[in-house]
Structure formats: structure tokens, C-alpha cells
């Protein structure tokens, strides 16, 4: 890392490490890219350790595989949403000790298996998620003794609207596709601050893009079950709104405002996925592995570099009887394990993410669940510059499901 990065950096964590003036509203690591990656799962797979390329719908929507929606109960209609709270914990060295909540919704989903023959689904769900405060950032005007104050809000992200279709093949093969659009914007304002004037840049950056990807789900032997997705690489299109203004010597100036100004693309990259599960009696255990080719899209940005991302899932659930009419008989029992290397390297070294997770299934009538999850996680390192994150997420999530497509007989 070249020393003007490194310098950079250090001033925007160092403006996070003053505790007496930070005022933090999410991850300081939003400040990367377009934002973190969100935590929209579907509620059983929360609860499964994000696990859940290799798994039927029979529970409910499962947007891990496409391929999956044409597991969903046979002339049913299921209506999926949910929404999550997060708990974030910050340290860094002994300067830091902060502590945020945040809330967001995880997806709003429809979707039904027309007489076993395809799968249909619609989703809207967030994508990446930014919110940061960098307040009291010191720096000296270049040629003179004075300093300025700069404070940094940004906030915003990108939501994701994506179409499923899935059918199945030789009995066994279940095949699915999936068409997404990518959509939203970041805001970020600068206010700088000297003896004399008051300066506020005010930038707001649109991207975006569709996306195609592609699932298979294949059953072996009424035991195994195995997953693979692939998501294709594609390039979100940006453009920038910018207005600047000043106020010194009791007067309010325009310096700059400007519209759709061009500015460069945003790379996705190639993403392959593959899952395994199998049952023993009531007994699930699943398993994944994602991969994300991030160094291939040739990306740079001043706070770190792309690398490669890989992610390991564990997870296991269990129910005593799904088929009794005792109700915690039918409750479905979950926990989970996850590793996330991350996409981000900061001083040659990466953002990764441990997690641990618990769920419960709860039955409502014969066709639909809430699903409940609480995971606590392990995000960065207090190394270096950087700053150590424990995040508490529990997610809530309802699958509503009801016949549909049945032609109703009356004597």
C-alpha cells in the first residue's frame, strides 16, 4: 500500500477512534465500495447458518438457489417478508467504544408452484447498505498554520428486485434462472469547517445494472441432496449529482451544482455457489461454499483493495414430529456456523466475518411459519488502524402460504 493511501486511511479511522466526537449510525466499513454487504435472509435460512443452496422451499421461499422455488407446496401461493434489527458493538484499541442499532427490512417475496409443472418468484430486498459519521476530522490547510474541521455523513445503498423461474428436469434435476435489477443511490455530505467560512459538499452517486444468474438442485438416492449456483458478472452504470456551497463574510454562495455527471462503473463479479445437505429421520445438516471473484474485476479504491471472497456455511435443524398435531412436536429447532472472508483488504490486511447462529421455526396452522434467528458475529480486527465490530442480528421473518389455483366444488 502506497503511503498517500495509507495516509488516508488513518484519518478517516482515526476520526472514528474520538470518542468524544464520533457519532457513528452503522459499519465504518460501509465507507467501502457500495456499501456492506446486507443481511437479507429468508428466516430459515438465518437460522441455518446462511446455508441453503442445496435446500427444497418446502418451509418457505428460499432465495439461495432459484432452482429451489420449484419445491414450493404444489397450487399453494406463499407471501414471504420479514425484517431485521442489528446490535453493533465497536472497538478499536482502547480510544473507541461505541454501540449503535439499526433495522431493516431483509424481503418482500411472492411466489407459487403451479400443479409441480414450474416455480415462479418476485423479490424486493436490499443489497448493500451504507451508513457511516466521520465528525472532527483535523486537518492543515496546505501552505499556512490554520486547520479546518471536516465531518463526513454518508448514508443509502442499493435494493434488489429479481425475478425466479425454475422446473425440473428428469425427475431428480431442478433447474432455475434468475433476472435481477440493481438500483439506488449513496449520499454523502461534506461539511468543512474553518475560522472564516463554512463550506458543505453535498454528492450523491446513482448506480445501476441487471443481473443474470443460474441454479441447479439435484436429488440422489432420496438422500443426498446437492446445489450449484453461478451469478454472472455484470457492471452497474453510474452518474452523480454534486452541489456545493459556501458561507463566508455573512453571505451564502453557489459554487457548483451539477446533474447526471458520468462517473466510473461499478464491477460485480463472477459468483459460484454449491451446497450439500442430507436427513437423517427429523434430522437436517447442510452445507456451503461461496466464491466471489472479486481481484478479476480489476476495481481500486482509496480505502483498500478487492480480493477474492470465499464463505463456509454449516447448519443444522432438527423437529421431533413435522406431521403430529402436538405443536412443539412441529416446531422446527436450528443453528448454524459461517465464515465470511470479506472482498476487502485494509493495510494488507482482510475484513473477514465469524458467526454463530440459532433459529426457531413456529408453526401457524398446517401451511404457514415465523421464522425467528438470532446470530452474533465477528466482523474486522483492532490490528493496525482498524476497527473490531460485534454485530447481534436477530432476523423475523413470516411465510404465509394458502391454496391456490384449486377449482372449488359445491354440491
Do not use: C
Amino acid at each position: 500500500m502506497n503511503k498517500s493511501k495509507s495516509i488516508f486511511i488513518l484519518a478517516m479511522f482515526l476520526g472514528l477512534y474520538s470518542s468524544a466526537q464520533n457519532n457513528l449510525t452503522g459499519s465504518p466499513y460501509s465507507l467501502f465500495g457500495l456499501g456492506v454487504e446486507n443481511n437479507s435472509n429468508t428466516g430459515r435460512n438465518s437460522g441455518l447458518g446462511k446455508t441453503g443452496i442445496s435446500l427444497d422451499a418446502n418451509q418457505g421461499i428460499n432465495l439461495y438457489n432459484p432452482a429451489s422455488f420449484v419445491t414450493l407446496k404444489t397450487n399453494e401461493i406463499t407471501f414471504d417478508f420479514g425484517g431485521s434489527a442489528e446490535l453493533i458493538n465497536l472497538t478499536g484499541g482502547s480510544d473507541l467504544s461505541e454501540q449503535n442499532t439499526t433495522y431493516n427490512f431483509t424481503n418482500i417475496s411472492l411466489a407459487f408452484n403451479r400443479d409441480d409443472k414450474y416455480g415462479v418468484g418476485l423479490t424486493l430486498k436490499p443489497s448493500t447498505t451504507v451508513g457511516y459519521s466521520l465528525i472532527g476530522l483535523q486537518n492543515n490547510i496546505e501552505g499556512s498554520d490554520e486547520e479546518f474541521i471536516s465531518n463526513i455523513d454518508g448514508t443509502g445503498g442499493l435494493s434488489e428486485i429479481r425475478l425466479d423461474y425454475a422446473r425440473t428436469y428428469f425427475k431428480n434435476l431442478n433447474v432455475g434462472v434468475k433476472a435481477s435489477y440493481l438500483f439506488g443511490k449513496i449520499e454523502e455530505t461534506e461539511s468543512i469547517v474553518t475560522s472564516s467560512s463554512y463550506l458543505e459538499i453535498d454528492e450523491t452517486n446513482y448506480y445501476s445494472g441487471a443481473q443474470l444468474g443460474l441454479g441447479l438442485q439435484y436429488n440422489l438416492f432420496d438422500k443426498h441432496n446437492f446445489g450449484l449456483t453461478v451469478d454472472l458478472p455484470t457492471v452497474l452504470k453510474g452518474t452523480k449529482d454534486t452541489y456545493i456551497s459556501k458561507y463566508s463574510n455573512d453571505a451564502l454562495s453557489e459554487l457548483e451544482d451539477t446533474e447526471d455527471e458520468s462517473i466510473d462503473n461499478f464491477y460485480l463479479p463472477l459468483k459460484m455457489g454449491f451446497g450439500y445437505s442430507t436427513k437423517f429421520k427429523n434430522l437436517l445438516l447442510t452445507a456451503d461454499y461461496n466464491k466471489s471473484f472479486w481481484s478479476a474485476t480489476n476495481q481500486s479504491d482509496a480505502i483498500g483493495d478487492y480480493k477474492d471472497q470465499d464463505i463456509f456455511s454449516l447448519g443444522g435443524s432438527y423437529s421431533i414430529d413435522p406431521t403430529s398435531y402436538k405443536y412443539w412436536k412441529r416446531v422446527d429447532f436450528r443453528m448454524g456456523l459461517n465464515y465470511n472472508s470479506g472482498y476487502l483488504e485494509v493495510d494488507n490486511t482482510n475484513i473477514d466475518t465469524y458467526s454463530a447462529s440459532i433459529g426457531l421455526g413456529l408453526p401457524i396452522g398446517r401451511r404457514s411459519v415465523v421464522n425467528i434467528s438470532y446470530s452474533l458475529g465477528r466482523k474486522g480486527t483492532t490490528d493496525s488502524i482498524l476497527i473490531k465490530e460485534y454485530v447481534n442480528t436477530l432476523n423475523i421473518n413470516i411465510s404465509l402460504s394458502d391454496l391456490w389455483f384449486q377449482q372449488r366444488k359445491y354440491d
